[in-house]
């Protein structure tokens, strides 16, 4: 077979992909391209089909805004907040159940991964309940402490409190599944060895385990750091933002004005500004985990 043959049978391998990279390409560049160009344009509800161009106007009014830096902090409480307890409850979990002598570890392990069993919806929906202030079961048990009942979601620290919460009860199995994974990818024998040089518990945790665990670390914590901060529901189904817009984040207040007030143009603002924040913020988490040099 000459050059010119299989120059032909590789332009036609990659003819038989070109439909599905046009699809994909389709389905995803095009909202995004439309997306940027409504955000340049007065394109809302009262402009519906006569809209024009105005340039950087929209982007100015949310820059020079107090609402915008308050969204931005919102949603750094929101994804650091979140994130922190998530790989600290899942790493530790993680560790108990990758010890040999624990009996039962896969019984444990199928009730961990209990939260994540149920649709997220209807897990919110339950936790709306267990946070109310007359009849949730979250004052009721205070009250069995002698703790008067709070008002969860009516304040600003104790609904991010609530929010937090919730979000680390449903999400604690993901990060408990993949540190689990990861940790009894590290060979047996590194430990047994490290046991003849005398080496105790924190010896090895602190000279093996946690060396060894660095990328899946660092991995995981960048795909959560990226979920959370675009992470809807908890939010929008157990404040929608309140009190006042204390606990919204950008997602949420993005999805509120299109979806509730027909202003389709800032919608697609917010929405590109939070996207180019969140993209050089996982380049950063990247960059100093080295999570690229591990996986290339």
């Known amino acids: 077979m000459d050059s010119l043959q299989k120059l032909d049978r590789v332009f036609i391998q990659y003819l038989y992909l070109l439909p599905i990279i046009a699809i994909a390409l389709f389905l995803f560049l095009y909202p995004v391209a439309y997306a940027v160009y409504i955000s340049f344009t007065n394109f809302n509800l009262y ?6 161009f105005v340039g950087l106007k929209i982007y100015e009014q949310l820059l020079t805004s107090g609402t915008f830096y ?5 949603t750094v409480i929101w994804t650091v907040g979140s994130l922190i307890p998530m790989v600290l409850v899942g790493f530790i979990l993680a560790l108990i159940l990758n010890q040999r002598d624990i009996k039962g570890r896969n019984a444990f392990f199928t009730l961990l991964l209990v939260p994540w069993a149920f649709p997220a919806y209807i897990s919110l929906v339950i936790w709306y309940g267990m946070w109310n202030y007359e009849y949730g079961i979250v004052n009721k048990f205070l009250g069995l402490l002698g703790i008067p009942p709070i008002n969860w979601l009516t ?14 009860w449903l999400s604690f199995p993901y990060y408990t599944a993949v540190f689990l994974s990861s940790l009894q990818s590290i060979p047996t024998e590194l430990y047994d060895i490290a046991v003849v040089d005398g080496a105790n518990a924190w010896h090895k945790f602190r000279y093996i385990t946690l060396p060894l665990m660095r990328s899946a670390i660092a991995f995981v914590s960048v795909g959560g750091f ?4 675009n992470n ?11 009190p006042g817009i204390s606990t919204d984040i950008l997602i949420v207040y993005t999805y509120q004005e299109a979806f509730s007030y027909g202003y389709y143009n800032i919608a697609a603002a917010y929405s590109v500004i939070s996207t180019i924040i969140l ?5 950063l988490m990247l960059r100093v985990g080295r999570v690229l040099e591990v996986i290339t």
């Open 47 to 52: 402009h519906l089909f006569h809209y024009t």
């Open 70 to 74: 308050t969204l931005l902090l919102n």
């Open 155 to 168: 304040f600003t620290n104790t609904a991010w409190a609530a929010l937090i919460l919730t979000n680390l």
């Open 226 to 229: 990226v979920f959370t901060w």
């Open 232 to 242: 809807f529901y908890p939010i929008y189904i157990l404040t929608g933002g309140g």
């Open 279 to 283: 993209a050089i913020m996982a380049i």
